[in-house]
């Protein structure tokens, strides 16, 4: 695996907030078809790491590539163009318009006159809702009348729509219940057969575990390590969240802790 | 996460429910908020009506009432925006006295200059100068808001006593006078109305549209097979909205000219006057055809255009419109840049229906837009708002104080049930939006 190009390699990123370093030197990277958990306590600095990527912040130092080439990701319109999509933690949705409007939110599609299209948005938007949630038939409600799993389909049928190649999804199932954690983990396993490299972030192991390939546990801002999930064990990723000790079978970063040798 | 529990029961079990107000409500797909507001607007015309011995409900006064409405009309479509992205402009008063100061020097004074007295480029030059004055001066406001981000309540209010002051130096407090003839028209008044037979062209028009766009949209919905209302809800529609419209020019057409008026006109046109005075109607006043035309040209704005889907994204959830890309400091500066162009047209009308400008033109002026767009249902928490709302609010701000006029109450007690009414209505509008959710 490690012969093919990286769909994303992230390089010595770094970026402090007020003398804050909340990313400090760190490197990830995501080769199509595989899932990466991005592991960490709350303000481990996952988030920001990964918004650097959807262009939300804008990176102090480092490399971004993608397939290979160097990409200068300064805003989330650059990053939507390199096919990355985004689901937020918070959803980021526009609470007071409808599903089409936040599916097609800086994308809309528009009639030969350059106005807003509407019923094509919303027809495609029945489409890729027919897909994710059969049931979800409220389009002309907006989105803050929704329950939230429909508002968290809204969010996943924005990001899947446009063809991402890499999705990234900040703690997607934190706010579901049991029934529509299992929906989101079934529709990673498909998106994954795909060959859509995503990112899970997640401060709970048990989320994310089964379905990664691989884990990258972050801590004070730093890669603890990167480990095979075949090769480590639940434990054992315990152990790098919460000590930053990394285990034998695991890649150390520079976060992981310096055992006195 | 309230409905997580199998909605579609619920749903038809309310259904089940419904009496027949509900579904005839549910098939025409009518706004219920705004259908209040027309309502409370009716009752307010029928007190008015009544208090006042019948002198409310008649050409004259309505026709007057719709050219008083005009300005503030114009200036509460813009302030629709401005609230919705969550700000505030109280400079649009100060930028009215401003650019209608401005426009007033320029063809009194500087245009003639070079021009002459009788050239016919003076008043589109001076409302060009005006206009570029105030999209200037809302741009600057604008873009100390969004890019250097101190908060609009500030910076407007800044702009309020800064744009006060500069309208009072153009002349050192001098009042500027008179307008060019052509100007004046703007300001309605028996020649600045399109007379019967235009009105009725102007009538028939918005009829055809009406129905083209029932059409078009029906068609639109078939096209992708979505659910299509009855027929007979669009037929009431289109009906109810002809009828508005024709009975509206009708009242127009209903209010003569004055007497002086006329014998001058038919003097100067030699025309014999028969007897019992001849009739020549007003019809619809130009001002008002300007409201009219910026209510619309903003309601597609807002509606139908990218710009318009981002000002309301950015009001829901600034956050979100970022992440989508959305280019939210640019959008905000151009909202105020039409704020103040939209002041600048308001000045228009205001200095034109005056024939003067003074550097007291506007004063206040910010707080009725603001009252009539928070009447029209603009929510000053962000993200909700209709432009047609906020006009039908301005017209019910300007019939509270024409009827008190007529009905000689005291100027203090005006300001008063004025300024009650607004809380009222703002009051009913959380009651009702909570109930409704």
């Known amino acids: ?261 | 996460m309230s409905d997580t529990t199998s909605p579609a029961p619920v749903d038809s079990a309310r259904a089940s429910q419904q009496g027949s107000v509900a579904r005839f409500m549910k098939a025409t797909e009518l706004d219920t908020r705004m259908l209040g507001m027309l309502g409370a607007l009716a009752v307010i015309w029928i007190i008015f009506h009544v208090m006042s011995g019948g002198l409310f409900l008649t050409p004259r006064n309505l026709w007057n009432l719709s050219v008083q409405s005009a300005s503030v009309a114009v200036m509460a479509t813009g302030m629709v925006l401005v609230i919705v992205t969550r700000n505030i402009d109280l400079s649009v008063g100060s930028i009215l006295g401003v650019t209608g100061m401005i426009m007033g020097v320029a063809q009194v004074t500087y245009l003639p200059q070079y021009l002459g007295f009788t050239s016919p480029a003076i008043w589109i030059l001076a409302i060009l100068i005006g206009l570029v004055a105030g999209v200037a001066i809302g741009a600057l406001h604008g873009y100390i808001i969004a890019y250097m981000q101190v908060p609009a309540f500030i910076v407007t209010l800044g702009g309020l006593l800064v744009w006060r002051g500069a309208a009072w130096w153009v002349t050192s407090g001098q009042t500027v006078a008179p307008m060019n003839p052509t100007f004046r028209l703007l300001g309605g008044g028996a020649e600045g109305a399109i007379g019967a037979t235009w009105s009725w062209v102007v009538g028939l028009i918005a009829c055809a549209a009406v129905i083209f766009f029932i059409w078009n949209a029906r068609k639109q919905r078939r096209r992708f097979k979505f659910p299509l209302r009855p027929l007979w809800a669009e037929g009431f529609l289109g009906t109810v909205a002809c009828v508005l419209i024709l009975g509206a020019v009708h009242v127009a057409n209903s209010y003569p000219w004055p007497a002086g008026i006329v014998n001058r006109y038919a003097q100067a046109n030699n025309i014999e006057i028969p007897e019992g005075g001849l009739f020549i109607a007003h019809g619809i006043a130009i001002p008002v055809l300007i409201a009219i035309a910026v209510g619309i040209a903003m309601t597609f704005l807002a509606t139908r255009t990218r710009f318009g889907r981002y000002v309301f994204a950015i009001g829901g959830n600034p956050e979100a419109a970022a992440l989508a890309g959305i280019n939210t400091r640019w959008i905000t500066m151009k909202i105020f840049m039409l704020m103040g162009g939209l002041a600048a047209i308001g000045a228009c009308i205001s200095t034109a229906r005056l024939n003067a400008a003074t550097n007291a033109q506007g004063t206040l002026d910010e707080l009725l837009v603001i009252a009539a767009a928070v009447i029209g249902g603009t929510s000053l928490s962000g993200g909700v708002g209709t432009i047609a709302g906020a006009m039908i609010g301005a017209v019910l701000m300007q019939s509270l104080a024409t009827g008190m006029i007529l009905l000689g109450v005291d100027s203090p007690l005006q300001n008063i049930v004025v300024g009650a009414v607004l809380v009222v209505a703002v009051w009913l509008d959380t009651i009702y939006r909570r109930r409704v959710g």
């Open chain 1, 1 to 261: 695996m490690e012969n093919r190009t990286p769909l994303v390699e992230m390089s010595n990123i770094s970026i402090s907030f007020g003398g804050i370093h909340a990313v400090d030197d760190a490197s990830i990277d995501l080769f199509p078809g595989e899932v990466v958990a991005l592991l960490g306590h709350n303000g481990a600095g996952k988030s920001t790491l990964i918004k650097i990527l959807s262009g939300a912040y804008r990176r102090d130092a480092g490399t971004i590539r993608v397939n290979g080439e160097d990409v200068d990701i300064s805003n989330p319109r650059d990053a939507k163009r390199y096919g990355i999509e985004t689901i937020y933690q918070t959803l980021a949705l526009a609470d007071n318009v409808d599903a089409a409007a936040n599916l097609f939110l800086g994308r809309e599609l528009r009639t030969p006159w350059g106005t807003l299209d509407d019923v094509a948005m919303e027809s495609e938007t029945r489409k890729v809702m027919g897909r994710l949630n059969p049931r979800f038939q409220r389009f002309k409600e907006p989105v803050m009348k929704l329950s939230g799993g429909q508002r968290q389909s809204v969010a996943i049928a924005r990001a899947i729509h446009f063809n991402a190649r890499i999705l990234i999804m900040d703690e997607p199932t934190a706010a579901l219940g049991p029934q529509e954690t299992a929906q989101v983990s079934e529709l990673v396993l498909q998106l994954k057969n795909d060959g859509i490299g995503i990112f899970l972030i997640s401060h709970d192991i048990h989320d994310v575990f089964d379905l990664a390939d691989r884990v990258v546990v972050m801590k004070n801002g730093q890669v603890v390590g990167t480990a095979r999930t075949g090769d480590v064990s639940q434990d054992e990723v315990l152990g790098m969240i919460i000590l930053g000790k990394c285990p034998p079978g695991a890649v150390p970063g520079p976060g992981a802790l310096k055992i006195a040798a």
